[in-house]
């Protein structure tokens, strides 16, 4: 069976996510989070669903605002979240009035030894140089959820090590079409990043991720589940390169 992958999707922010899930039976789903409070909330919601993933995130744009104890429980829930999202720097108009803050998240969660043994998607808006600076020091290799910024940074990108994962929206774009010519097959991954993204009218969600990836594989020349093959493998290094390299964790 061919499994899909959305590795950046905002489970909680659909209005069932259930019947989103079901949608969708042969996708895994990397559900990130604004607040590390939501995290926790997700991740006793879906602690025994195989389908979902629940990331530790604390949104850029919510650095500002969200308080000391959010971010305490940032720090604290680190041990045992496997995945980290949506993180991230967000320096354009919505959030060059809270560079600080979000700064501040950032290094805090950047000096923590076991961000480098977590699958982190980042948000990078505005913000890309900085971010793939700060990755390629503490050593992290994240995933750039929906890279928007200059091509001339992609080589430095992928030279950090990081992934990207790509949506559909990207793909009805010159400028998305050309970062997603751009990149190497083996950093590619797929997302749906919904419900911020769309697709006419409606969400962008994890039942696209299917047909994301037949169009991978039109670009790529090769069939669909080779496309779905290699997005897979792709997860499974990155997951391999850190969690997989971390000594055991309190994981329930
Ligand atoms: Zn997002």
Redesign the pocket.
């Known amino acids: 069976m061919t499994t899909y992958l959305d590795t950046?999707c905002?489970l909680d922010l659909f209005k069932d996510p259930l019947t989103t899930l079901e949608a969708a039976p042969d996708t895994v789903v990397v559900a990130?989070t604004e607040l590390p409070s939501r995290f926790r909330l997700l991740e006793a919601r879906f602690r025994r669903d195989r389908r979902v993933r629940v990331a530790l995130g604390l949104h850029p744009l919510r650095a500002h605002t969200a308080g000391p104890i959010e971010e305490g429980q940032l720090i604290r829930s680190l041990p045992r979240a496997e995945y980290v999202g949506?993180i991230g720097l967000d320096f354009s108009r919505h959030g060059r009035d809270t560079k600080t803050s979000q700064l501040r998240v950032l290094d805090r969660l950047l000096a923590e030894p076991l961000l480098r043994y977590r699958v982190v998607t980042a948000?990078s808006r505005g913000a890309e140089k900085i971010l793939i600076e700060r990755f390629a020091d503490a050593g992290i290799t994240a995933i750039l959820?929906w890279y928007t910024g200059p091509a001339g940074l992609i080589d430095s990108a992928l030279a950090a090590g990081l992934y990207f994962s790509v949506n559909p929206s990207m793909l009805r774009t010159e400028k998305g079409r050309a970062t997603v010519a751009a990149l190497p097959r083996d950093r590619v991954l797929t997302e749906s990043?919904g419900p911020?993204a769309k697709t006419g009218t409606r969400s962008v969600e994890p039942a696209d991720m299917s047909r994301l990836v037949s169009e991978l594989g039109r670009r790529w020349d090769i069939t669909q589940s080779q496309a779905a093959g290699i997005v897979h493998d792709n997860l499974a290094t990155l997951y391999g390169a850190t969690v997989g390299t971390s000594t055991p964790s309190p994981q329930g």
């Open positions: 950046h905002h990130v949506e948000h959820h990043d911020f």
